[in-house]
């Protein structure tokens, strides 16, 4: 049971590069989120799902998109990467019961230069 | 709007002692109360979690106190063990929103010294 699974571990962008992060998640979870991790700041919600083909803004949303076509998937994009999204990004999910606890992948490090 | 300020941002505890981490809040609409520790390299992890309902949970080493009128909750590991060493989050739920997203404070970090 691999839970979340995010690809890819590692990236290194240029200013202005795109990029997609991709969050795969096989417990048919419904609620999917993607949070960025800066030191000192604890984890701050960018984008979040409550089921497939949904999609919604959370605290930090600028600078980022997202798409959930399929349920089991959560994309995050960077259309043009800017030093300030150097971070480490993490996807979540969790299921239908009230106090589902969220799930965790290990974390995408991004650098952008 | 800082809604939720843990304490300290950084503990270090002798094997066998207590560990204390404080988390205040301000948002009202919180009707869950979690903490989560993480690892180096890995993702946050669910610990133990309290509903307001209330005033204290135990699971093992694991307490989590919770003081609803002074809008503060608290997680005390006793007999603190080297393997306790990780960054802990409080991480409350606003109830009612819908999204299930959490509030993470801004961390913890633990050494338990051998």
């Known amino acids: 049971n691999a839970g979340v699974t995010q690809t890819p571990k590692f990236r290194v962008l240029k200013t202005g590069q795109s990029m997609t992060l991709l969050c795969a998640q096989d417990m048919n979870h419904e609620y999917m989120y993607w949070y960025r991790q800066d030191p000192g700041m604890g984890l701050r919600l960018i984008h979040y799902s409550v089921g497939e083909g949904t999609t919604a803004k959370g605290e930090v949303p600028d600078g980022y998109n997202v798409s959930r076509l399929k349920k089991q998937n959560f994309l995050l994009g960077l259309e043009s990467a800017a030093p300030s999204q150097t971070s480490v990004y993490f996807c979540a999910s969790s299921g239908t019961p009230q106090y589902s606890p969220l799930h965790f992948g290990n974390g995408t490090r991004l650098t952008v230069t | ?114």
Not at chain 2, 70 to 88: E, N, R
């Open chain 2, 1 to 114: 709007q800082q809604q939720v300020k843990q304490s300290p941002q950084s503990l270090i505890v002798q094997k066998g002692g207590i560990s204390i981490i404080n988390c205040a809040y301000e948002n009202t609409a919180f009707d869950y109360f979690p903490w989560y520790q993480q690892f180096p390299g890995k993702g946050p992890a669910l610990l133990i979690a309290i509903r307001p309902d209330v005033s204290e949970k135990k699971e093992g080493r694991f307490t989590i106190s919770f003081n609803k009128s002074a809008k503060q909750f608290s997680l005390h590991i006793m007999d603190s063990q080297p393997g306790d060493s990780a960054t802990y989050f409080c991480a409350p739920r606003a109830g009612g929103t819908g999204r299930r997203a959490l509030t993470f404070g801004s961390g913890t970090r633990l050494q338990v010294q051998p």
